[in-house]
């Protein structure tokens, strides 16, 4: 079974997809760490991320692997433990601009395909339209901006990677899903078959609820 999770920053992909490959026994990828990987490997190579060609044949080059099991997933990056690494605000920021060049996407597809294969839950911005546009069930979550950039400044200072008012946050926020929704390789978009799952004021508990019984729902 592959199931797609889609949607902005802060709507709670990662902690609602988690949740989900548990109760369903799959495998959990989390995309934008393989993205926020690559951001860090080109940080790490002193690389300018304006130049498109070198950035995707890093991409291409290097090893991202993930290993664990949904609630201590480990992201590696050549064989190396860079799981706490890529949660800084300067792999934040460049994982938003490499993110967005069409090799780097390309590059990463085919490897969440092939991982994909066993069956999966995977989260990201594309996995419904492009990733597995085939997948046996597609969710596009969401939620009110000012309440996903509060959650998203609450994670933050919580493992204290962060200095960015609330605020900043927000405006950071409003910019990255502009900056999803408009470009031109892979946008973040509703799938056309996708169930919109609102968890704007609802709990962690109520959202994962609300979707394994759209899941069930479907599968019987």
Not at 65 to 84: A, C, F
Not at 169 to 191: F, H, Q, Y
Not at 205 to 215: L, Q
């Amino acid at each position: 079974m592959i199931i797609a999770i889609d949607g902005p920053s802060g709507s709670g992909k990662s902690t609602l997809g988690r949740l989900l490959a548990g109760a369903l026994k799959l495998l959990y990828i989390d995309t934008g760490s393989m993205y926020r990987a690559v951001a860090l490997a080109v940080i790490e190579a002193n690389m300018d991320p304006s130049d498109k060609e070198a950035v995707t044949a890093l991409a291409n080059q290097i090893d991202i692997d993930l290993e664990g099991d949904p609630d201590s997933l480990k992201v590696l990056l050549n064989g190396r433990n860079v799981t706490d690494q890529i949660r800084t605000e300067s792999v934040t920021a460049m994982s938003s601009i490499v993110s967005t060049i069409p090799g780097v996407r390309r590059a990463m597809v085919e490897r969440q395909r092939a991982m994909g294969k066993r069956g999966a839950v995977l989260n990201g911005r594309d996995i419904g339209t492009v990733v597995f546009p085939d997948a046996d069930f597609k969710i596009f979550l969401t939620a009110n901006p000012n309440e996903r950039a509060e959650r998203r400044y609450k994670e933050d200072h919580m493992t204290s990677t962060s200095s960015a008012t609330l605020a900043e946050t927000l405006s950071d926020m409003i910019e990255r899903d502009r900056r999803d929704s408009t470009r031109v390789d892979s946008p973040l978009k509703v799938a056309d078959d996708a169930v919109v799952v609102d968890s704007t004021g609802k709990s962690i508990d109520e959202v994962f609820h609300e979707m394994m019984e759209k899941i069930r729902s479907k599968s019987v």
